[in-house]
Every structure is written in structure tokens, then in C-alpha cells.
């Protein structure tokens, strides 16, 4: 082609006739496959992109404002292209991109494509906030709302590793989950299921809960797909991050593997566990997870953890000196440009230990471990263990205020939901005062309080939130099927597992049957039945329609299971209040067992309307 014979010619390209071609040459082209072929021919030859820098620039920024196609499409990704490998200045580029929110009608499917990645390479780069607004306007376009959703899910990740705080960190993860998910949903997105693991097996880890095995496996075995499917594809800027893929699997293998940590036996071990849980310390300095900076909302989400890990274990700070002392033997013979990072992190994290107490830390089985986080001296530890020991009855009734004052203590920031959730408790101690125990208890609470969040969010939602995912409880029009129990399983299954819970859908075996969402945070199983009703949403038909079934999967686990009821009768008159959607029932146990049996009921109110779409109430109605 003669453009890529004259830009490979240095004097022609700084001739002003051989310039003046070039740059005519770069916009004219009459079809895409000439356009891309254009386009490769410049980018083959670096010298000439520097030389023509930002006239060329010019030249694209304006075909692709004449051209709302393919054609367009391609030379807008060309002057992103240019931007980003510093050739030419961002200022036009981005002008550009703040009028396009104006045109995006006008903007053909392909052209929307190349849109996208343009968008989400350049927020990378460039603090401009219209950047992602344009993005979120794109979720509206169907053909390109998975792209959109996976670009602002890579920049909710990104503001998560730089956060400057661990609930800032933590939020902007739980955006990234979301916006992963929805980039998931027709499963033609790989890399977003890979990065959503990554982001759980990171939530886990931060709330103290352990790595699943399936995480590590799930992000290989998608990792492993992404490669096999670029085999033989030339390397490009739109590809899959693989290598950023690669580094999350790593940080999530060894997260899985430091849960060794939480089992006393595998101390035996304790030069493995030093090594997962340093590396862990250090992923913020030793891995490229996404940019260049030292990750520091990382450290905040992951290093909380790695102390108290060995704060809470004897002879911690011990074995972490140890560690040092072998690493640092022959620092001078180790060729790993890491190495000098980990010594110095590792270094931080002794000095973090020591500032905490130290070896002299109490026991986790110890009497004090309860007054940890009181922030008494270790002096102090000390004598209110042996004060305690001397004095049993002392410490049963510190018990019984310390429980008194939890119980004052809102559960929730929400009024209604805290009132919801208490007389849910009460509920429970009353009708299942044997079931209703322990650890088994605490578990439930904590996924109570969960979906009474869960409940409220969905309720308030207006109808054009949520894309898709959403899409389930938003008004019926005539003729429209009606949404099933699988959406409302895999929403909730996803604003779990966003909070760090690794619920599973459709699990065989269970109670003689197959569960739609099972819930196993300890030794025993937490089941959370799901239906859709059109027909009555009273708790009387709920009971009698599916209480059957919901209980008896408690036949080898603890007597409370969940049921979810997606309620699509007509809203035309409005929706429900909170505390008119949870119930707790207890029914006969069957086949003779003396055992009562008992189910949180809850019904998800879909089929909403609009505020202003709703019918006045009748004349007749009862005024309150």
C-alpha cells in the first residue's frame, strides 16, 4: 500500500507534500476493511505517528464525527490508539467524547463497539468523570451493554485497589462485582466471570471468611479458556487482559492456601503458612493486579486479616522472625527482583506486630480474647484473665450486661429494617426456642439481616435501575411472560456472594431433593427456597401452597429454613411496607417427628409500577 511505503520513508514524511498526502489519505477511506488497513499502515511505522502527532489526530477526531459507522468506529479507536502511545495530546479526543453524549443515536452498533473500549482505555488513563457517564448511558444499548458494564466494572476495580481506606475500598469492590456480573449475564464474557471470582475470593478474604477450593478453580479453568480461545489471534489492545488475569490467580491461590492459617494442625507447617500469608502482605508491591501504583486499597482489604492471623497465634511474631531470618541469609544472591519489596513488607509487618503486643497476645480459646478489642494494655489482658479465672461468676454476669448492650445496639442503619430484624429474633426464640442456638443461630442472624437489605434495595429501586438483572421485578405489560424464580435466585445469589457469602444455586441431594439456594457457613446447611405467585400474596397461601416443601429439606439439617416468595400480583395501588414482608411460620414436623419445624417467609415484591403510574385508591376504601 502506498501509505505504508511513504511512511516508512523519513524524508517523504517530513516533506510537506509527502505530509500533506498522508494526512489526506488517513480520512478518505470509502470502507471499513480500507479504513483498518489505513490504520495499520500507520501504526506499523512509529515514526511516522510521531512526526504527524497531532494533525493526524485531527484528522481522525473529525472522520469520526462525520461517520456514525464502522468507518468512524475505527478512526475513533485510532486517536485513542495515538493518544494513549503519547503522540498526540488527549484534550481534542476528550472534547470528543463529551459531545458524543449528545449523539449517541446516531451511532450505528459497530460504531458503539469501538465506542466502548475507546471509553474504558481511556478512563484508565484520564480522570475525565464523563468518561464513565457516557459509559453508563451505553448499558441502555443492548448490543453493547455487557461491553459497557465489563469496562466500568475494570474502573470500579481499579478505584478499589487505589483506595485510600478499606470501606472505600470495599465499596468500590462490591460496584465492581455488580457491574462484572451484569458484563456476565449471556455468559459471552469470560474475562468478567474470571475478574467476579477474583473479586469474591479478595471479599472473602478481607471479611475473615475462608477462600473456597472452586474459586481457584473456577478463575484457571476461565483463564485457560481465554487463552485457547486466542490461540492463533494476533495480540491486540482490545484482547482480554490475560496478563492482569494471570497475576488475580495467583493472588487468589494463595489466598486459598493461606486458610491453612486457621487450622491449629497445619502450624506444623508453619514455614508454607509464612509464606502464603507474607505473600498475601505484599500483593500490593509484588503484583501488577491493574496499574502501577502500590495498591493501598489492597493493603487495606488484606492486611487487617494477615495480623490478626498472627496475632492471634501463638509465637506468631516468632515464627515471622524466623522467616525474616532465613529470606535475609543471602540477600545478595537473590536474583528475584521481588525479593527486596518482600524483605521490606515483610519487615513493616513485624513492626505492625510488635506494636500490637506481640507474642504476648492472648490466645484465641483465652479467657480475654473477648476484651481484644476494648483496647486494654497487655498488663491489663493479663489481669483480667486471671480476675475471671478466680471469679467465674464475675465473668457470667459481665456476660449477661456485655449481651444487654448488644441488644440495645442498632442491628441495622434503617429503622424499620433494625424493628424487622428484632421482631424476626423474637419470632424465632419463641416458635423454635430449640433450633434457634449457637452457631447455628448466628448464622442465621447474619443472613436475616442480609436479605431484609436485600428486601429494602429491590423495593426502592425505581424501574430503569438494574439493567437486565433487574428486569424480573419491573411492571408486567400485557402479553409479557412472566419472570421466574431462576432471576430473583441468580440476583440474590449475586448480592450475596457480592458481600462475601458463597451461596450455590440448584444443589442435589438435599432433604431427598434439589434446593434452589444452599448456604453452608459451618457444619450445617442454610436453605432458602424460592417461588413466584401471581395469585394471593397472603401469608396464609404461602403457607399452604409452599410451606410444605420449604421445610422439608430440614430433615438432616437444623429446624429453620428461608422462604422467597417473588410476589407478581397487580401493584397498581402500590407496594407493601418492609414489615409486611416477613413472617415467620413453624408447622408439625412429618412422618412422626415431635420436632416443629419453622421458615422465614418473605415475599419480593415485583411487577411494580411507577408512582405516577398507580391507580387512586377506591372511593370506598376505609380512610386510615
Known sequence: MLVEVICADDSAVGNPRGREFLLAAAGVAPDPLQMEEIVNAFFSRPQALSALGDDLADVWLETSWEHGDLVGGIALEACTRLVLAGNSQEYGLLDQMRRLRRQLDRLDEDYAMRLVRALGALAEHFPAPHLPHLLEQLLGREEVAEDAAFELGMLALRAALEADGLQKARHCLLEA??????????????????????????????????????????????????????????????????????????LTDTLTRARAADEPRAWLHAGAIMDALVSIYTAHRTLELFTDSEHTGLHSLISPRVQRTLLTHEGGLALLEQWLDELGSEPETDEDPTAAVVREQANTLRQALLA???????????????????????????????????????????????????????????????????????????????GYVGQFAADIDRLLLLLLRFLVLRLEETQSFGGDSRAYLRHIKPGEARPKETELGKDLRDFLGGLGLRVLLEVSHVGAGRVDILWRPHDEHIVLELKRDWTNPSWEAYAASYLTQTVSYQAASQPISFLIVLDLTDKSSGLAAVPACVEVRTVPGAAGDTRRRTAIMMRIQGNKRNPSDLVPADEHSTPC
Not at 194 to 208: E, I, P, R, W
Not at 228 to 244: A, D, F, K, Q, S
Not at 378 to 398: G, K, M, N, V, W
Request: with cysteine; net charge negative; aromatic share 6%.
Open 177 to 250: 462485582r455488580r457491574h462484572f456480573t451484569q458484563a456476565h449475564l449471556d455468559e459471552e464474557r469470560a474475562d468478567a466471570r474470571a475478574f467476579a471470582t477474583a473479586v469474591d475470593a479478595l471479599l472473602a478474604y478481607s471479611a475473615d471468611l475462608p477462600v473456597p477450593d472452586e474459586l481457584g478453580e473456577t478463575l484457571r479453568e476461565t483463564v485457560l479458556e481465554l487463552r485457547m480461545n486466542l490461540v492463533r489471534t494476533r495480540p491486540g489492545w482490545r484482547t482480554p487482559r490475560i496478563e492482569t488475569l494471570d497475576a488475580w490467580q495467583r
Open 356 to 434: 500490637e503486643g506481640g507474642d504476648a497476645f492472648p490466645k484465641p480459646d483465652g479467657p480475654a480474647v473477648s476484651l481484644t478489642g476494648l483496647g486494654l494494655t497487655t498488663a491489663d489482658t493479663r489481669r483480667a484473665e486471671e480476675l475471671f479465672a478466680s471469679a467465674p461468676e464475675l465473668a457470667i454476669r459481665l456476660n449477661a450486661r456485655v449481651e444487654a448492650h448488644q441488644t440495645q445496639i442498632p442491628a441495622d442503619e434503617i429503622p424499620l429494617v433494625d424493628a424487622v430484624y428484632r421482631r424476626t429474633q423474637q419470632a424465632l426464640h419463641e416458635q423454635c426456642p430449640e
